[in-house]
């Protein structure tokens, strides 16, 4: 073996046993690669989401009412990108086919107005203790978000919550414990 190559530097005849490992070895490399991408793609648009109610929480109230949720989301979320979306149909001249940044804010839009139609999970905005809990978080790890109690809620029926997550942190437990207390 020369002094400049390695024990990888080696060829191996294509249809060897050898080379299949190989190829199977960065093949396997390629699929977690492309694993990780997706699921950092994945947490950063559900971070979006937590980093837009975070920064939407009025810092002088303990919570926000139902109704003051559905208008955020309402007259804030589902319109975020009107002004982008309003410049490129500007930008388009007449005739002309709809960009990609265009097309993509669209489906963005529609795919939030149907999510919230149908209904959409978010971090119960509503509970002083689980918005007390949401302000201490750093904006960075989604695994803290796991501790918070979330609801479901929906433009159908803008009155009816449902709390799909209760929450995981001990303050919100006790919370919980002592409104069962209280209902029974």
């Known amino acids: 073996m ?4 390695g024990k990888n530097d080696k060829i191996f005849h294509p249809q060897s046993r050898k080379a299949g490992q190989v190829e199977r070895t960065q093949l396997r490399k390629s699929k977690i690669e492309g694993a990780a991408a ?5 947490a950063s648009s559900t971070i979006d989401i937590y980093v837009f109610f975070y920064h939407a929480l009025p810092p002088d109230e303990d919570a926000l009412t139902l109704e003051g949720l559905h208008e955020l989301i ?3 979320w589902l319109t975020r990108h009107d002004i982008e979306l309003e410049e490129e149909r500007k930008l388009r001249r007449k005739g002309r086919a709809k960009s990609t940044k265009e097309i993509n804010l669209e489906n963005l839009k ?3 107005s149907e ?4 209904g959409i999970e978010i971090p119960d905005l509503t509970h ?3 918005v007390e809990l949401f302000r201490r978080w750093d904006q960075k790890a989604i695994e803290y978000i796991d501790i918070l109690r979330f609801i479901r809620i929906n433009s159908e029926s803008p009155s009816t919550v449902i709390v799909s997550r209760p929450g995981k942190h001990e303050s919100l437990r006790l919370a919980a414990a002592e409104q069962m207390a ?3």
């Open 2 to 5: 020369s002094p400049g190559k």
């Open 38 to 42: 997706k699921r950092a793609r994945r």
């Open 74 to 76: 309402k007259d804030v």
């Open 110 to 112: 529609l795919y939030e």
């Open 115 to 118: 999510g919230y139609r149908t």
């Open 128 to 130: 002083p203790k689980n």
């Open 182 to 184: 209280i209902d029974a």
